[in-house]
């Protein structure tokens, strides 16, 4: 059974779904928001949205309903929630590694997948920042909303329903990790293509050819003879 309840404030939506643990679970608990104010994000990072613009969404599942490695748990969640918004929008979308959302190459999706444990029972929690109807981004140039990039609108329940429903659909029909890996390399962004990378506190000319199975990033860079692979941090993709 898959369940859904709004607050009209939290300080965290990954916080506040641990709250909803079910041992018996056969479907995902989930929490949504339009003021989220103590987010987080990766790495330790802070994910703020305005007031009543954007949505934030956090689902809990037990990991023993879950036939996918960590990794590819992670890259499967970032392409249903990709899926979702080509669907709404009628526009392309893609996954910057390893699971960032953008629409016309603007950052509109924010992801923090975490591993809890309860009562001796293992769950995964996935928290979604999703910008919605935010218009004003000030200095943050990578990051849009998909009214920004596609002019559409959206009711922010109605939104936070939808994309409740496609998750629950989605997130007890696992796929096999090799779809999940080939569906994931078809999706992401910039693949094939020249791009700018720091490594290091270096620049350098490079091209993405894939993500393999262990999260890797597999890029050809410049004036090298051999694929180089980067895990989190360790290289940034500028755009």
Known sequence: MNSLLYLPSVGSTNDIVSELANPNATGISSVYTFDQTKGRGQYGNTWKIPKDKNVAY??????????????????????????????????EAKVKWPNDIILQNKKIVGILIEKITVEHVDYYIAGFGVNV????????????????????????????????????????????????????????FRKDQISVFEINNIRQNGIIRYVDKDGYLNVELENENEMKKFFHKEITLLY
């Open 133 to 188: 109807l935010q218009d004003n981004f000030e200095e943050i140039t990578k990051a849009g909303s998909i009214k920004t990039q596609t002019g559409l609108s959206f009711d922010l329940h109605q939104f936070a329903e939808n994309m409740h429903n496609h998750f629950s659909e989605h997130l007890v029909q696992f796929p096999s990790d090799e779809e999940v890996l080939a569906r994931y390399n078809e999706a992401l």
């Open 58 to 91: 956090s689902f809990i599942l037990p990991t023993k309903l879950v036939r996918l490695s960590p990794n590819l748990f992670n890259f499967y969640t970032a392409l249903l929630l990709r899926d979702f918004i080509v669907k709404i929008t009628d526009k």
